[in-house]
């Protein structure tokens, strides 16, 4: 079990882990867990640092930390994907970029949006239950991460293909089970809409990603993340929404 957790720790994060772990596979079953760990620091940090910055340096600071800490794992998965997907491009020249461990124009801005889009959405968020909110932005995003690779093919013979290839359905299913749990945490209405919001983004990428390539890799799972950590922090800013 903890060499199950220390692997998710060390897929995830960039911090040290001096032992044997799990294959990527196995130890995703403890994902979301490390994204609700990741989610619970940015809150404590985001709520510590409200009381002496505006909020908006706190939440920058946050983003920073999130990104940071992950060693924008998901970050350059998202760059990846807009540079390889731009219109016009054959499959041998997305697969060929997607291997490029290069970042070109598309994918700067796509970094430089999504890091706007979770800063402004942190710093206006109409919660008040900080920390529920910021667990389901990390925990939900890497379940669905775990359940995307579990119901595609893999594209290609790289981190995508030896995480799907090591991954097992009740692996997938507790993943997915901790995902909606911290998603309805935040409520029944706000959880709803996540879950579904998830759901649909799942389908639509899975669609995007077969039609384009063929199957998913690395990059296409960290797109994802990163699609649904944006989706999840908006939806907390919808002043017009009552989710209590």
């Not at 990527?24 to 994204?35: D, E, I, K, T």
């Amino acid at each position: 079990m903890m060499r199950t957790l220390l692997g998710a720790i060390s897929f995830l994060t960039i911090i040290p882990v001096n032992a044997k772990t799990a294959a990527p596979g196995r130890a995703a079953v403890f994902f979301p867990l490390v994204g609700a760990m990741l989610g619970a620091a940015g809150a404590g940090i985001f709520i510590a640092l409200g009381r002496v910055l505006p909020s908006t340096i706190a939440a920058l600071i946050v983003v920073a930390f999130w990104a940071g800490i992950s060693g924008v794992l998901h970050e350059d998965g998202l760059a990846d994907a807009a540079d390889a997907f731009r219109a016009g491009r054959s499959r041998e020249k997305m697969t060929a970029i997607l291997k490029d461990s290069r970042i070109g124009t598309y994918g700067a801005v796509a970094i430089v949006l999504s890091v706007v889009a979770r800063w402004q959405a942190l710093d206006h968020l109409a919660a008040t239950n900080v920390f529920a909110v910021l667990i389901a932005a990390q925990a939900t995003p890497r379940a669905a991460m775990v359940v995307l690779a579990w119901v595609s093919r893999p594209a290609g013979t790289g981190l995508g293909y030896a995480f799907t290839s090591t991954l097992t359905t009740p692996v997938a299913l507790l993943a997915m089970a901790q995902g909606i749990a911290a998603a309805m945490a935040c409520g029944v209405r706000p959880g709803l809409a996540i879950v579904l919001g998830s759901y649909l983004a799942l389908r639509i990428g899975q669609w995007y990603f077969y039609r384009r390539i063929g199957g998913i890799n690395g990059d296409c799972l960290g797109a994802t993340e990163q699609i649904l950590e944006i989706f999840i922090l908006v939806l907390f800013t919808c002043q017009a929404c009552s989710w209590r």
